[in-house]
C-alpha cells in the first residue's frame, strides 16, 4: 500500500491506495493534481525517513511513491 498524507491545520489526513489497482491510481493521480495544483508542496519518501521535494516544473504524480506529504503553501500577511 502506498499513502499520500495531506497536512492541513488541524493536523493531518492519511489516504492510502493500491498502486496495483488502476481505480486506485486513477484517484490518487487525481488527489495529487488538484492538491499541487491548490500550491500544496508533495515531498516523496526517498529513504531513512527523509524526504524529497521535486523542482516545481518537474511535480508529477509518481505512482511508485511509497509515501508522499502535502506540505500547504504559506500564507503571508
Known amino acids: 500500500m502506498s ?4 497536512m492541513d491545520s488541524s493536523g493531518h489526513s492519511t ?3 493500491n498502486p496495483r ?7 490518487a493521480e ?3 493534481n488538484q492538491l ?3 500550491g500544496y508542496v508533495p515531498a516523496e519518501l526517498k529513504g531513512d ?6 523542482p516545481k ?3 508529477r504524480f ?4 511509497e509515501e508522499t506529504i502535502f506540505i500547504p503553501a504559506l500564507k503571508g500577511g
Open 3 to 6: 499513502r499520500h498524507i495531506v
Open 62 to 65: 509518481n505512482p511508485g511513491a
Open 21 to 27: 489497482l488502476l481505480a486506485d491510481l486513477a484517484d
Open 30 to 32: 487525481r488527489r495529487f
Open 57 to 59: 516544473e518537474n511535480r
Open 49 to 54: 525517513g527523509t524526504h524529497r521535494v521535486p
Open 36 to 38: 499541487v495544483a491548490k
Open 15 to 17: 489516504f492510502e491506495f
